[in-house]
């Protein structure tokens, strides 16, 4: 099965950058879709950036201009570069991967990480 585990996360004062970390092994990672998303308390879990597997970007209105998502295809690793943090942006965040693991090469699906807490402080 596909492993996903998230790094990076942890306290910062607004105005300030992280960067996350999702490194995936048990599936092929240079032809999946990634993504990152994020849940805060008392909300829906929602969508932050995507990357496709040709490096294409897609980003929420809320974080564009300000994350910058990238992935090291050699690594099967993904990133979140964080800037300009927002108390708004506390949330946890999940690495998604969408494609197919080694031992099920046939039946794309999707694959979450256990998240990664992200709290700026005001």
């Known amino acids: 099965q596909v492993q996903l585990v998230e790094s990076g996360g942890g306290l910062v004062q607004a105005g300030g950058s992280l960067r996350l970390s999702c490194a995936a092994s048990?599936?092929?990672?240079?032809?999946?879709?990634m993504g990152w998303y994020r849940q805060a308390p008392g909300k829906e879990r929602e969508l932050v950036a995507t990357?496709?597997?040709?490096?294409?970007?897609n980003y929420a209105d809320s974080v564009k201009g300000r994350f910058t998502i990238s992935r090291d295809n050699a690594k099967s690793t993904m990133y979140l570069q964080m800037d300009s943090l927002k108390s708004e942006d506390t949330a946890v965040y999940y690495c998604?991967?969408?494609?197919?693991?080694?031992?099920?090469?046939?039946?794309?699906?999707?694959?979450w990480g256990q998240g990664t807490q992200v709290t700026v402080s005001s």
């Open positions: 990357i496709t597997s040709d490096a294409s970007t």
């Open positions: 048990g599936g092929f990672f240079s032809i999946a879709a």
């Open positions: 998604k991967f969408s494609g197919y693991g080694y031992l099920s090469s046939t039946r794309r699906r999707d694959y």
